[in-house]
């Protein structure tokens, strides 16, 4: 958002909002792009092979330790879950959809 305000000679101290900065540049918003980032993601795990490291850390919780006070961390499911959400979908559908790659495509654009 700096370089943009940059480049169109907007100061820090005009009080212009980033949604109207994206939409006088007719650029989506930087939180669409990362869900989008985060789905396609998403369905490259789901894909894999059950023994591949990165989807056994997915599906793996530990078996103990201790957690701090306060609210706890959002996980990377929670994330996919949310993700999912904005997009319409339902919560569960991150789990069966990736294996039809083409659908989860169309699905993450």
Do not use: C, Y
Request: aromatic content about 4%; glycine content about 2%.
């Amino acid at each position: 958002m700096r370089h943009l305000r940059s480049i169109m000679r907007i100061a820090w101290t005009d009080k212009v909002t980033n949604k109207e900065i994206l939409e006088r540049t007719e650029l989506p918003s930087m939180e669409n792009l990362l869900i989008r980032k985060n789905l396609r993601w998403t369905g490259h795990l789901m894909r894999m092979s059950p023994d591949r490291l990165p989807k056994q850390i997915l599906h793996s919780q530990l078996a103990s330790g201790h957690r701090k006070r306060g609210r706890s961390r959002l996980q990377f499911k929670d994330t996919i879950k949310r993700n999912l959400k904005v997009r319409d979908m339902k919560a569960d559908s991150w789990i069966s959809v990736p294996q039809q790659r083409d659908k989860w495509r169309a699905t993450a654009k």
